[in-house]
Protein backbone atom coordinates (compact mmCIF):
# COMPACT_ATOMS: atom_id res chain seq x y z
CA UNK A 1 0.00 0.00 0.00
CA UNK A 2 1.27 3.16 -0.56
CA UNK A 3 1.49 5.84 2.05
CA UNK A 4 2.30 9.85 2.15
CA UNK A 5 4.19 11.48 5.16
CA UNK A 6 4.35 14.71 6.11
CA UNK A 7 7.04 14.98 8.92
CA UNK A 8 6.39 18.60 9.49
CA UNK A 9 2.84 19.91 11.02
CA UNK A 10 3.74 23.42 11.65
CA UNK A 11 6.03 25.94 9.56
CA UNK A 12 6.06 29.71 9.32
CA UNK A 13 7.79 32.24 7.22
CA UNK A 14 8.10 35.70 6.86
CA UNK A 15 6.21 37.78 4.11
CA UNK A 16 8.25 37.71 1.29
CA UNK A 17 10.69 35.08 1.98
CA UNK A 18 10.81 31.40 0.55
CA UNK A 19 10.06 28.29 2.73
CA UNK A 20 10.01 24.85 1.76
CA UNK A 21 7.56 21.82 2.68
CA UNK A 22 8.59 18.69 3.35
CA UNK A 23 6.82 15.14 1.71
CA UNK A 24 8.03 11.92 1.28
CA UNK A 25 5.97 8.68 -0.37
CA UNK A 26 6.38 4.77 -0.37
CA UNK A 27 5.12 3.20 -3.50
CA UNK A 28 6.25 -0.17 -5.62
CA UNK A 29 4.64 1.42 -8.40
CA UNK A 30 6.29 3.29 -11.45
CA UNK A 31 3.34 5.56 -13.02
CA UNK A 32 1.53 7.86 -10.15
CA UNK A 33 1.40 11.69 -9.92
CA UNK A 34 1.89 13.46 -7.10
CA UNK A 35 0.41 16.75 -5.91
CA UNK A 36 0.65 19.84 -3.64
CA UNK A 37 -3.18 21.09 -1.99
CA UNK A 38 -3.82 23.87 -0.37
CA UNK A 39 -6.69 24.12 2.40
CA UNK A 40 -7.96 27.65 3.30
CA UNK A 41 -9.99 27.99 6.35
CA UNK A 42 -13.00 27.63 3.53
CA UNK A 43 -11.83 23.74 3.44
CA UNK A 44 -12.18 24.02 0.04
CA UNK A 45 -8.94 21.63 -1.52
CA UNK A 46 -7.51 23.90 -4.19
CA UNK A 47 -4.80 22.02 -6.48
CA UNK A 48 -1.37 23.97 -5.92
CA UNK A 49 0.61 22.03 -8.50
CA UNK A 50 1.01 18.89 -9.68
CA UNK A 51 4.14 16.46 -11.08
CA UNK A 52 4.33 13.81 -13.15
CA UNK A 53 6.63 10.82 -12.09
CA UNK A 54 8.08 9.79 -15.45
CA UNK A 55 8.70 13.38 -16.21
CA UNK A 56 12.27 14.46 -15.03
CA UNK A 57 11.63 18.05 -14.99
CA UNK A 58 10.34 19.57 -11.77
CA UNK A 59 6.78 21.38 -12.09
CA UNK A 60 6.62 25.15 -11.46
CA UNK A 61 3.75 26.98 -11.31
CA UNK A 62 4.63 30.64 -10.86
CA UNK A 63 5.54 31.32 -7.26
CA UNK A 64 5.21 27.36 -6.32
CA UNK A 65 8.17 24.98 -7.19
CA UNK A 66 8.65 21.58 -6.09
CA UNK A 67 11.70 19.07 -6.34
CA UNK A 68 10.85 16.04 -6.95
CA UNK A 69 13.53 13.03 -6.00
CA UNK A 70 12.00 10.17 -7.62
CA UNK A 71 14.49 7.41 -6.26
CA UNK A 72 14.30 9.37 -2.68
CA UNK A 73 11.04 9.35 -2.95
CA UNK A 74 10.98 13.24 -1.96
CA UNK A 75 8.78 15.62 -3.12
CA UNK A 76 9.06 19.07 -1.47
CA UNK A 77 6.86 22.26 -2.14
CA UNK A 78 8.85 25.57 -2.54
CA UNK A 79 6.96 28.94 -2.33
CA UNK A 80 8.56 31.83 -3.02
CA UNK A 81 8.23 35.68 -2.19
CA UNK A 82 5.36 34.26 0.46
CA UNK A 83 2.62 35.85 0.82
CA UNK A 84 -0.19 36.72 3.13
CA UNK A 85 -2.59 34.79 1.56
CA UNK A 86 -0.38 31.97 1.38
CA UNK A 87 -1.61 30.76 4.69
CA UNK A 88 -3.38 27.76 4.91
CA UNK A 89 -2.94 23.62 5.23
CA UNK A 90 -0.89 22.16 2.70
CA UNK A 91 -1.64 18.60 1.59
CA UNK A 92 0.41 16.84 -0.50
CA UNK A 93 -0.85 13.62 -2.33
CA UNK A 94 -0.20 10.61 -4.42
CA UNK A 95 -1.75 9.01 -7.34
CA UNK A 96 -1.81 5.86 -9.30
CA UNK A 97 -2.76 5.83 -12.64
CA UNK A 98 -3.06 2.56 -12.96
CA UNK A 99 -4.37 -1.05 -11.02
CA UNK A 100 -7.41 -0.87 -9.47
CA UNK A 101 -7.01 2.07 -7.20
CA UNK A 102 -6.37 4.41 -9.97
CA UNK A 103 -7.55 7.58 -9.41
CA UNK A 104 -7.48 7.61 -5.92
CA UNK A 105 -6.00 10.35 -3.77
CA UNK A 106 -3.79 9.50 -0.99
CA UNK A 107 -2.64 12.28 1.34
CA UNK A 108 -0.21 13.40 3.90
CA UNK A 109 -1.43 14.36 7.38
CA UNK A 110 -0.50 18.04 6.28
CA UNK A 111 1.48 21.13 7.72
CA UNK A 112 -0.12 24.11 8.52
CA UNK A 113 1.88 27.09 6.91
CA UNK A 114 1.55 30.51 8.62
CA UNK A 115 3.02 33.64 6.79
CA UNK A 116 3.80 36.55 9.27
CA UNK A 117 3.83 40.46 8.09
CA UNK B 1 -18.42 26.78 -15.60
CA UNK B 2 -19.71 25.58 -12.30
CA UNK B 3 -17.31 23.86 -9.68
CA UNK B 4 -18.22 20.90 -8.04
CA UNK B 5 -21.00 21.57 -5.89
CA UNK B 6 -22.08 19.78 -2.17
CA UNK B 7 -25.16 20.05 -0.14
CA UNK B 8 -26.08 20.09 2.50
CA UNK B 9 -23.08 22.20 3.78
CA UNK B 10 -23.12 22.19 7.45
CA UNK B 11 -25.82 19.72 9.37
CA UNK B 12 -25.93 18.28 12.35
CA UNK B 13 -27.44 14.83 12.99
CA UNK B 14 -27.94 12.58 16.56
CA UNK B 15 -26.41 8.99 16.67
CA UNK B 16 -28.35 6.02 15.01
CA UNK B 17 -29.61 8.26 12.36
CA UNK B 18 -28.39 8.11 8.73
CA UNK B 19 -27.99 11.10 6.59
CA UNK B 20 -27.72 11.69 2.31
CA UNK B 21 -24.89 13.94 0.90
CA UNK B 22 -25.44 15.28 -2.59
CA UNK B 23 -22.41 16.39 -4.93
CA UNK B 24 -22.78 17.49 -8.24
CA UNK B 25 -19.42 17.32 -10.46
CA UNK B 26 -18.15 19.56 -13.02
CA UNK B 27 -20.19 19.58 -16.03
CA UNK B 28 -18.63 16.69 -18.40
CA UNK B 29 -16.58 14.92 -15.62
CA UNK B 30 -17.87 11.00 -15.38
CA UNK B 31 -15.31 10.04 -12.40
CA UNK B 32 -16.63 11.06 -8.67
CA UNK B 33 -15.18 10.34 -5.33
CA UNK B 34 -15.82 11.26 -1.78
CA UNK B 35 -13.59 11.83 0.84
CA UNK B 36 -13.72 12.12 4.42
CA UNK B 37 -11.69 14.40 6.17
CA UNK B 38 -11.44 14.43 10.57
CA UNK B 39 -10.24 17.72 11.85
CA UNK B 40 -6.65 17.91 11.83
CA UNK B 41 -6.35 15.08 9.31
CA UNK B 42 -5.75 14.83 5.49
CA UNK B 43 -8.73 13.87 3.77
CA UNK B 44 -9.19 9.84 3.19
CA UNK B 45 -10.73 8.27 0.48
CA UNK B 46 -13.92 6.53 1.02
CA UNK B 47 -15.63 5.39 -2.53
CA UNK B 48 -14.88 6.70 -6.51
CA UNK B 49 -17.33 6.22 -9.11
CA UNK B 50 -16.85 6.33 -12.81
CA UNK B 51 -19.61 5.74 -15.40
CA UNK B 52 -22.41 4.96 -12.00
CA UNK B 53 -20.31 1.67 -11.43
CA UNK B 54 -18.78 1.84 -7.80
CA UNK B 55 -14.81 1.50 -9.43
CA UNK B 56 -12.89 1.41 -5.93
CA UNK B 57 -13.83 1.60 -2.03
CA UNK B 58 -11.61 2.57 1.10
CA UNK B 59 -11.57 1.20 4.39
CA UNK B 60 -14.86 2.28 5.51
CA UNK B 61 -17.86 0.04 7.21
CA UNK B 62 -20.79 -0.99 5.53
CA UNK B 63 -22.92 1.29 6.63
CA UNK B 64 -21.24 4.30 4.03
CA UNK B 65 -22.73 3.20 0.57
CA UNK B 66 -23.13 5.91 -2.46
CA UNK B 67 -23.72 5.92 -6.01
CA UNK B 68 -23.78 7.67 -9.20
CA UNK B 69 -26.74 8.94 -10.87
CA UNK B 70 -27.29 8.75 -14.82
CA UNK B 71 -26.35 12.69 -15.04
CA UNK B 72 -22.68 12.08 -13.44
CA UNK B 73 -24.14 12.87 -9.78
CA UNK B 74 -23.64 11.06 -6.77
CA UNK B 75 -24.69 10.44 -3.10
CA UNK B 76 -22.88 9.06 -0.15
CA UNK B 77 -25.77 7.79 2.56
CA UNK B 78 -24.01 6.87 5.81
CA UNK B 79 -26.42 4.82 8.40
CA UNK B 80 -26.40 4.88 12.13
CA UNK B 81 -24.39 7.08 12.61
CA UNK B 82 -21.62 7.79 15.52
CA UNK B 83 -19.93 10.28 16.93
CA UNK B 84 -16.44 9.42 14.88
CA UNK B 85 -18.49 10.17 11.98
CA UNK B 86 -18.52 14.08 12.61
CA UNK B 87 -16.19 14.83 9.74
CA UNK B 88 -15.82 17.50 6.62
CA UNK B 89 -17.27 15.11 3.54
CA UNK B 90 -15.15 15.74 0.36
CA UNK B 91 -16.66 15.17 -2.96
CA UNK B 92 -14.22 15.35 -6.12
CA UNK B 93 -14.44 15.05 -9.79
CA UNK B 94 -12.08 14.59 -12.64
CA UNK B 95 -13.03 13.68 -16.56
CA UNK B 96 -11.78 10.15 -15.99
CA UNK B 97 -9.99 7.58 -13.81
CA UNK B 98 -6.27 7.06 -13.82
CA UNK B 99 -4.04 9.14 -15.94
CA UNK B 100 -5.86 10.66 -18.64
CA UNK B 101 -7.89 12.64 -15.86
CA UNK B 102 -5.11 13.36 -13.87
CA UNK B 103 -6.24 16.85 -12.55
CA UNK B 104 -8.98 16.23 -9.49
CA UNK B 105 -11.52 19.00 -8.55
CA UNK B 106 -12.79 19.00 -4.55
CA UNK B 107 -15.89 20.97 -3.75
CA UNK B 108 -16.23 22.77 -0.60
CA UNK B 109 -17.15 19.92 1.32
CA UNK B 110 -20.68 18.87 3.76
CA UNK B 111 -19.52 19.66 7.21
CA UNK B 112 -21.66 16.92 9.70
CA UNK B 113 -21.63 16.94 12.87
CA UNK B 114 -23.17 13.64 15.18
CA UNK B 115 -24.16 14.69 18.72
Known amino acids: AQTVTQSQPEMSVQEAETVTLSCTYD???????LFWYKQPPSRQMILVIRQEAYKQQNATENRFSVNFQKAAKSFSLKISDSQLGDAAMYFC??????????????FGKGTKLSVKP | DAGVTQSPTHLIKTRGQQVTLRCSPISGHKSVSWYQQVLGQGPQFIFQYYEKEERGRGNFPDRFSARQFPNYSSELNVNALLLGDSALYLC??????????????FGEGSWLTVV
Open chain 1, 27 to 33: TSESDYY
Open chain 1, 93 to 106: AYRNNYGGSQGNLI
Open chain 2, 92 to 105: ASSLYRGRSGNTIY
